[in-house]
């Protein structure tokens, strides 16, 4: 049996925590705990402990407090900004945005920009991430899911809405031609 903290000098306890720190970093062991923990039966137990130890009330007053605490809520506010922040993360949610909406990979995304020579496909205007409106959005087919390209944000949206309106792009335009040709208050001469 080992020794225990209060048994051993603080250089036991050193040679101890180092000897146990090298068994459960060799690889053998790493891969024995890991498959350890992957055993229903050390789920099962985990979980159950976790749930008596989050549902007792001593336990569910003490995060409450701790929640209330104002230097606690200023750290967990800082944490969730530097969080949010994190360019990773940030590529993460990107990642995983297009993926669940489009079914597609960033760098599916990276090549389609590329392969638009960093341009919208309707207007032209270059791509930018820190300009508002150039930045690339992914346009797909409501209909099929398929995803058609990419197009700025105003494109993006004029799209949308003339596919609202149940027009053909070419209705919208002919629409729009002929108000700019003969514009209402001009026709009745308002003023
Ligand atoms: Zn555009």
Redesign the pocket.
């Known amino acids: 049996m080992a020794k225990r903290k209060a048994e051993c000098t603080p250089e036991e306890w050193a040679l101890i925590r180092e000897k146990d720190r090298k068994r459960k970093a060799k690889p053998s062991n790493k891969e024995w705990a890991r498959q350890y923990e992957k055993r229903p039966e050390t789920i099962a137990r985990r979980k159950a402990y976790e749930r008596k130890r989050d549902t007792s009330p001593e336990r569910r007053a003490y995060l409450k407090a701790l929640r209330d605490r104002p230097d606690q809520r200023e750290k967990r506010l800082a944490f969730i900004k530097a969080y949010n922040a994190d360019p990773r993360v940030k590529e993460y949610r990107k990642a995983y945005n297009l993926k669940k909406m489009y079914g597609i990979e960033l760098q599916d995304l990276t090549r389609l920009v590329i392969f638009q020579n960093g ?7 270059p791509f930018s991430d820190d300009t508002k ?2 930045k690339p959005h992914v346009d797909h087919d409501h209909d099929t899911g398929a995803v058609r390209g990419l ?6 949206t ?1 799209e949308g809405f003339i596919r609202k309106l149940g027009l053909t792009p070419a209705e919208y335009a002919a629409r729009l031609q002929a108000y700019l040709d003969n514009p209402p208050a001009q026709e009745e001469q308002l003023w």
């Open positions: 341009c919208c496909a309707t207007c032209s205007r409106g150039t197009l700025c944000g105003p494109c993006n004029v």
